[in-house]
């Protein structure tokens, strides 16, 4: 009997990977275990390992290519379905095994049609297409419908049947307009065209996402971090030694924690389905990181109960096994506030994109030296140098209001400029 191994479901918003190796060959005998994929999600390299013991008869994908989760990747015959259901990514197998609860008969003038065989994350693709499955040519293994037969009769435009509504309509629409298409550049100089995918591709889908979604507000200010820095210094190399980096990110994510907990709506995302805000009592940060491949998003759990050499330790380690591409998935989801720091590579002001869901992210940019109006002991004010640091909140102004992001600031500008200050406001 063949089984079908389709691309499973890897997490929280992941919906299609890109195939980065394939490690076996039509004719191949696998056992369970052992590695037969490399896939790419998101922002995440995964290696998907073979669900059971058995050969493989054909291998349906290759290095390069896109797969959405349920698609058919490699086809096998036999197989310990046992052994199976022990792997961490469960097999999505063939016709005979994708008929469950979800799977229902289709009435369609007066007749009773027979169900079906699609997997569950076909089914609710064509739901959201509006796409009847009765219609559509199935090109799977075994007369299975794979989300590529919806997606080619949603585009071909032929009739469909839409599923009724689950609920009253959202009272915000979102209304997108197709971009206009592209001239030939060619016509004007030699070009070079570079695929559109992996890392840059995610981020241009979450960064689009933000845009369109989410009105963005930024409030800018600078602080002093003359004496923070000073600390900084003093403390870096027993940090070091320790294994970690004392960042000014680390300063800056224990005194955003203190910020939330005092102004928690930045801690929220608005859920318009249900008409409600939806505010995480966890503090779940995530760093943007540079990296050779692009921008990604690690996410350092629980900040508000962890030390700054806690911190420095667990962050310096992140940032190492993200630049290498070795980030656990689950590491990149579950933020609920997000921390992004130019500075380290010199730059200033800034408006970072919110990341969606969220409705807060806050930017650091480098610190300067600069003069500045210092108050003296007798009430009087001179001018002195200090390292004064850029300081960016871009907030989702749905959400929370210009006032409340000044509130907010102030919090973190106090803890940042004063050491002592930071470390007493710390909850």
């Given at each position: ?16 990977a890109?195939?980065?190796?394939v ?9 369970e ?15 998907i ?12 994908v ?11 990747m490699?086809?096998?015959e ?6 199976a259901k022990?792997?961490?990514m469960p097999?999505?197998s ?13 009435a369609?003038?007066?007749k ?20 009847d ?29 839409a599923?009724?509504?689950?609920g009253?309509p ?9 971009a206009?298409?592209?001239?030939d ?18 981020t ?13 507000v ?19 190399e027993?940090?070091?030694?320790a ?6 990110t ?49 996410v350092?759990?629980?900040?508000d109960?962890?030390?700054l050499?806690e ?7 992140c940032?190492?096994?993200t ?9 990149l ?6 921390i992004t ?9 800034f ?25 003296r002991?007798d009430?009087?004010?001179e ?18 209001d210009?006032?409340d ?15 002592e200050e930071?470390?007493i406001?710390?909850?």
């Amino acid at each position: 009997m063949s089984r079908s191994f389709t691309l499973p479901d890897l997490g929280e918003g992941v919906h299609e990977a890109e195939v980065l190796a394939v490690h076996v060959t039509a004719g191949q005998q696998v056992k369970e275990g052992e590695p037969i994929l490399d896939i790419e999600t998101d922002k995440a390299a995964v290696e998907i390992p073979s669900p059971f013991t058995g050969k493989v008869v054909q291998v349906l994908v290759k290095a390069g290519d896109q797969a959405r989760v349920g698609e058919e990747m490699i086809v096998f015959e036999g197989g310990d379905a046992a052994g199976a259901k022990k792997q961490q990514m469960p097999e999505r197998s063939s016709a005979d095994a994708v008929l469950n609860k979800e799977t229902a008969p289709v009435a369609q003038a007066g007749k009773t049609a027979a169900p079906v065989p699609a997997s569950p994350a076909t089914r609710r693709l064509a739901r959201e297409l509006g796409v009847d499955l009765q219609q559509v040519t199935a090109t799977g293994a075994g007369g299975l419908v794979t989300a590529e037969d919806v997606r080619a009769l949603a585009a071909a435009g032929r009739e469909v049947v839409a599923q009724p509504a689950s609920g009253p309509p959202s009272p915000v629409e979102s209304f997108f307009y197709p971009a206009p298409a592209l001239p030939d550049f060619a016509q004007w100089g030699e070009v070079q065209r570079l695929p559109f995918r992996s890392i840059r591709r995610a981020t241009a889908r979450q960064m689009a996402t933000a845009w369109s979604q989410i009105p963005h507000v930024t409030s800018q200010d600078l602080v002093d971090i003359t004496r923070l820095e000073a600390f900084r210094r003093k403390h870096k190399e027993e940090i070091k030694a320790a294994g970690g980096r004392l960042t000014l990110t680390v300063f800056a994510m224990k005194a955003a924690a203190t910020a939330l907990k005092a102004y928690p709506m930045f801690n929220s995302s608005l859920d318009l389905a249900a008409q409600e805000i939806v505010v995480k009592n966890y503090y779940n940060m995530g760093v943007a990181v540079d990296t050779e491949d692009g921008l990604i998003v690690p996410v350092i759990r629980d900040v508000d109960r962890k030390s700054l050499r806690e911190l420095a330790i667990e962050l310096h380690q992140c940032v190492q096994r993200t630049r290498s591409r070795k980030a656990a998935l689950e590491e990149l989801q579950g933020g609920s506030f997000t921390i992004t720091n130019a500075g380290a590579m010199g730059g200033g002001f800034f408006t970072p994109i919110i990341n969606y869901p969220q409705v807060a992210i806050l930017g650091l940019g480098h610190g300067r030296m600069q003069p500045a109006a210092v108050q003296r002991d007798d009430g009087g004010y001179e001018i002195v140098p200090r390292l004064l640091m850029p300081l960016v909140l871009c907030f989702d102004h749905r959400v929370v209001d210009g006032a409340d992001s000044i509130r907010f600031m102030k919090v973190v500008i106090e803890a940042l400029q004063d050491p002592e200050e930071l470390l007493i406001s710390m909850i």
